[in-house]
């Protein structure tokens, strides 16, 4: 049983302190705390990943499936982890020379991304450019997307595509 001398509850400050000394360790304790680099999946292609405050943010691609009905289609998974937080977000993924895309959404809109693999890369679309080229050529994972120029044209990729995005709203919530 707790126990507090009355003369340290009649100064309300007093009193206070020392019941908020007492009960911190007793919730503080009680709180779990759990790295997300522990749960990462053993298929994860790690395609960026940089130095923050407390650790690592780091982005790669799992779970990588060609779409049974679609030839060119694939399916993905997306891991953005940070120190302290770790999202998940599926992904399509079209790898055709005539029409490249990606597929992704933010939580309300759907996100549709034309690329242009072997053309100009900047940093508006190079995450899009490193999940492009994870999921369709996996030996390029987390190679600069800018030094891939001739390979893409190897096979097959002119670099004279347009580039855009088109943001779809989602339903209200």
Same mark, same amino acid.
């Given at each position: 049983?707790?126990?507090? #001398?009355?003369?340290?509850?009649?100064?309300?400050?007093?009193? *206070?302190?020392?019941?908020?000394?007492?009960?911190? #360790?007793?919730?503080?304790?009680?709180?779990?705390?759990s790295d997300p680099a522990e749960a990462r999946p053993e298929d994860l292609m790690v395609i960026w990943q940089r130095p923050v405050a407390y650790g690592t943010h780091?982005?790669?691609?799992?779970?990588?499936?060609?779409?049974?009905?679609?030839?060119?289609?694939?399916?993905?998974?997306?891991?953005?982890?940070?120190?302290?937080?770790?999202?998940?977000?599926?992904?399509?993924?079209?790898?055709? #020379?005539?029409?490249?895309?990606?597929?992704?959404?933010?939580?309300?809109?759907?996100?549709?991304?034309?690329?242009?693999?072997?053309?100009?890369?900047?940093?508006?679309?190079?995450?899009?450019?490193?999940?492009?080229?994870?999921?369709?050529?996996?030996?390029?994972?987390?190679?600069?997307?800018?030094?891939?120029?001739?390979?893409?044209?190897?096979?097959?990729?002119?670099?004279?595509?347009?580039?855009?995005?088109?943001? *779809?709203?989602?339903?209200?919530?």
């Amino acid at each position: 049983m707790l126990t507090i #001398p009355r003369t340290l509850l009649r100064k309300p400050l007093m009193g *206070l302190l020392v019941l908020a000394g007492l009960l911190q #360790p007793a919730w503080a304790g009680s709180q779990t705390k759990s790295d997300p680099a522990e749960a990462r999946p053993e298929d994860l292609m790690v395609i960026w990943q940089r130095p923050v405050a407390y650790g690592t943010h780091l982005i790669g691609v799992y779970a990588v499936k060609a779409d049974a009905k679609t030839p060119g289609l694939v399916q993905i998974k997306v891991w953005d982890e940070l120190p302290n937080d770790m999202s998940v977000i599926s992904e399509t993924i079209r790898c055709s #020379p005539e029409a490249p895309m990606r597929v992704t959404s933010n939580g309300s809109n759907l996100i549709v991304r034309e690329l242009n693999p072997g053309g100009a890369i900047h940093p508006g679309n190079r995450l899009n450019h490193l999940v492009w080229w994870a999921t369709c050529f996996p030996k390029q994972a987390g190679k600069d997307p800018a030094t891939l120029g001739s390979v893409a044209r190897q096979l097959g990729y002119s670099g004279a595509l347009r580039e855009s995005e088109q943001i *779809l709203p989602g339903r209200p919530r």
